[in-house]
């Protein structure tokens, strides 16, 4: 904590862009049976303890995603908490038709800011969707029930 000036009053709270608070979620794997082009839920992920009202909470996830199937280009997946989506941009990674049904997966990292949060419980989720008009199967994260795969939440002042 430090003692800074507002410009209109002196504080004693933390730095404006200090982390305040961190959470490490392991993600457990999940499929959605059929998505569309619409965004859907794959799993809620885990639950964070938001402490204070006017912090935001930055939410990073690395590790891999997997669609069995997909009609047109590709398609997306998004983190949200609270199931809604950011209003800072993205926090999405897509994927394309020609990385659709790798075993494996495909390795990425999905990172978004999120405003305007009270303080509490939050919760973390993924969801999934088809670009265009597409449908597609077996959305996927954590293909393989890896122990790697993790999100990292922080509170940011």
Do not use: H
């Not at 949200?80 to 926090?91: E, P």
């Not at 919760?123 to 996927?140: F, K």
């Amino acid at each position: 904590m430090v003692l800074y000036y507002t410009g209109s009053s002196l504080v004693w709270d933390y730095a404006p862009g200090s982390v305040i608070n961190y959470t490490f979620l392991n993600v457990s794997s999940a499929t959605l049976a059929n998505y569309t082009s619409t965004y859907q839920k794959v799993a809620n992920i885990g639950t964070v303890s938001k402490l204070q009202a006017s912090s935001r909470l930055k939410v990073t996830y690395y590790g891999r995603i997997k669609v069995n199937s997909v009609t047109g280009t590709g398609g997306y997946f998004e983190l949200r908490v609270d199931d809604a989506a950011t209003t800072n941009g993205r926090a999405n990674a897509n994927f394309r038709a020609d990385e659709v049904g790798y075993t494996g997966g495909v390795t990425v990292c999905i990172s978004g800011v999120f405003t305007g949060l009270s303080a509490g419980t939050r919760t973390i989720s993924m969801w999934v969707r088809a670009s265009g008009s597409g449908t597609g199967t077996g959305a996927q994260i954590n293909p393989g029930s890896w122990a790697g795969d993790y999100i990292i939440v922080e509170e940011i002042k």
